[in-house]
């Protein structure tokens, strides 16, 4: 090996023995020695970070692809959502309708109840009640009574008037009725 022409002096500003010894020198010591584990562990931390983005970034857009699908079956069902409430309001309000008592009802329930031979001079009919006025031969006065008694439509029946017409037992008579079913 050829000699160098100008070989490089080694220079040590610092002399190992006498750093270690002084305040100083055990401070640099122990800040070069931390502080690359600092760094070492910052840069650790960092490309944890980084590899986390990747795993968070696909969590992320399954979530914005579940979204996605199920906004879509939220929109495909709306309009059967709609369908279906219309016609349930409907059904509703034709269970209103068919509870709720008709005058043509207490009418028919109460045609039912009168027997042939009666003649009714005045009736008054509402869906809670009737009133009817009329004359009868008494035994079929006595039936018609007896039906409304034994009928499940019609409470609180009462005679209010009894008048004897003739000698052949007709009687005017007058007779009012709650409808609805007994309790």
């Known amino acids: 090996m050829p000699e160098e022409k100008f070989p490089t002096p080694e220079l040590n500003l610092l002399s190992g023995d006498e750093l270690e010894n002084t305040s100083g020198g055990k401070f640099i010591k122990w800040a070069l020695t931390w502080g690359r584990r600092i760094v070492v562990l910052t840069e650790l931390i960092v490309i944890g970070a980084f590899l986390s983005r990747f795993w968070l970034d696909t969590v992320v857009a399954d979530l914005n692809d579940k ?41 028919d329930q109460t045609k039912k109840l009168i027997p042939n031979g009666v003649t009714l001079v005045q009736l008054s009919i509402n869906p809670q009640m009737i009133a009817f006025a009329g004359s009868a031969d008494e035994n079929l006065l006595e039936t018609m009574v007896t039906g409304f008694q034994n009928s499940p439509n019609f409470s609180n029946i009462n005679v209010e008037r009894i008048a004897k017409k003739d000698v052949y037992g007709v009687v005017d008579f007058s007779l009012k009725a709650d409808y609805g079913h007994k309790q």
């Open 67 to 107: 979204i996605d699908r199920q906004k879509a079956v939220v929109l495909a069902l709306a309009d059967f959502e709609k369908e279906f409430r219309t016609v349930s309001d409907k059904v509703d309000k034709a269970g209103q309708l068919e509870k709720a008592t008709s005058t043509l009802t207490v009418y």
